[in-house]
């Protein structure tokens, strides 16, 4: 079990009972962001995903140690915006009027996503630079969320781009490609190949359709291994050759703010029931979907609380393997299963590391309309 940093453990003893809380450390988003810059070749530069968590202290933070944000929507953007994000980009495969409108307004480089998309902007009188989001061919990256070589409603098919190129509307002018392939690839070897196929294969399309090639957006998906603890290696990254001219843009999300998150929840009960040991918390899937939508185990660290107060026994285990569910009525409300534990009672926590990208934003908050988790920014 991973061990919890002495100030997130200070912080989580001083919740009010029953605790339940996300705690994100600023400090661990500027030391993550400062990690993945050491890590990548000259000419990159990389916009935080604003989707993985919107939360705004965790925006303004990033904005500020970040080239820029990436963002998919309106609320987004007025998130990016409010944290002086120095460069956004804008991609979603179902921008509304209102937000080509809002992104071209606020100088966000828009990634378009389809030929309407494109008559769209026109039809607006939108003038600006885009890129073009390409669903290539056999990226060769594997991951959680594949979203390129495959049926999949992000950006236009290599075999549709020559029409859609020989036919771009006055006032808008192609700088690059967005060709963001999948989320969560642990393989930093097979992330370096990516990238520099991408490079190659833009610089390629560019010179035979006469584009003025500037920008090779080549999205997120660095990974992290909740169940082993492991990241991707990002060693080979520095190995990729961005020619000077070009700007090689990446976005990640997960990377840079799973590890600065921690969702705490007290245990409210202890049983079992047909020989397995449920712990049940005062929280669960509707804060913390992300284990339940991918269906694996969370690991989580048990933070004792020797106070006990009641007059009435303290329901313990020890040795056990616990599943950790939420206060949901539904039995699809897991964070964990078989978790191995030494010793839980009642009222201690459980605090799941990891959890700073796709937890609360993902999570189904209204569902049985329990009271939300408290939020401490460290
Ligand atoms: C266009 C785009 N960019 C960036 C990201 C961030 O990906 P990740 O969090 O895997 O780095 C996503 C995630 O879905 C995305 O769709």
């Known amino acids: 079990m991973a061990e919890l940093p002495n100030h997130v453990t200070a912080a989580l003893r001083r919740l009010p009972a029953p605790a339940c809380a996300y705690l994100y450390d600023t400090q661990a988003l500027r030391d993550r962001a400062a990690t993945l810059r050491a890590a990548l070749p000259d000419n990159t530069r990389f916009l935080y995903a604003v989707k993985a968590n919107g939360h705004p202290d965790v925006v303004r933070t990033l904005a500020q140690v970040c080239d820029g944000l990436e963002v998919a929507s309106l609320g987004e953007l007025r998130l990016a915006t409010d944290a002086g994000a120095r460069r956004i980009a804008f991609a979603g495969p179902g921008k509304t009027d209102a937000e080509l409108a809002a992104a071209v307004t606020a100088g966000a480089l828009l990634n378009v996503e389809s030929t309407h998309e494109l008559h769209r902007l026109a ?3 939108l003038q600006t630079d885009i890129c073009i989001r390409v669903n290539r061919t056999g990226t060769g990256l594997t991951g959680s969320h594949t979203m390129t070589g495959i049926a999949t409603p992000f950006g236009v098919d290599e075999t549709q781009l ?10 808008l002018n192609v700088i690059g490609f967005h060709l963001h392939a999948v989320s969560n690839n642990l393989d930093g070897a097979a992330h370096a190949a990516f990238l520099t196929d991408a490079i190659t294969w833009s610089i390629g399309t560019a010179q035979k359709h006469g584009i003025g090639l500037r920008v090779i957006n080549a999205g997120g998906g660095f990974g992290i291994d909740y169940e082993s603890g492991d990241s991707i290696d990002l060693t080979p990254l520095a190995a990729v050759t961005v020619p000077d001219g070009l700007e090689l843009l990446l976005e990640p999300g997960r990377y840079l703010a799973a590890d600065a998150g921690w969702y705490a929840a007290e245990v409210l009960d202890l049983k079992t029931t047909h020989g397995r040991v449920f712990a049940v918390l005062r929280g669960g899937t509707h804060h913390f979907r992300l284990p339940a939508a991918w269906g694996y185990s969370h690991p989580f660290t048990v933070l004792p609380v020797d106070t006990w107060d ?7 285990v020890t040795d056990a393997e616990v599943d950790a569910v939420g206060e949901l009525c539904t039995p699809r409300d897991v964070l964990t299963r078989g978790h191995p534990v030494t010793h839980l009672r009642v009222g201690d926590l459980l605090v799941f590391a990891r959890a700073g990208a796709y937890g609360w934003d993902i999570s189904h908050h209204d569902f049985l309309r329990h009271d939300p988790p408290d939020f401490l920014i460290l």
């Open 162 to 171: 020559p029409a859609l190129l020989a036919d771009i509307p006055p006032g």
């Open 310 to 316: 009641r007059p009435y026994p303290r329901p313990a």
């Open 123 to 125: 039809g607006l009188g």
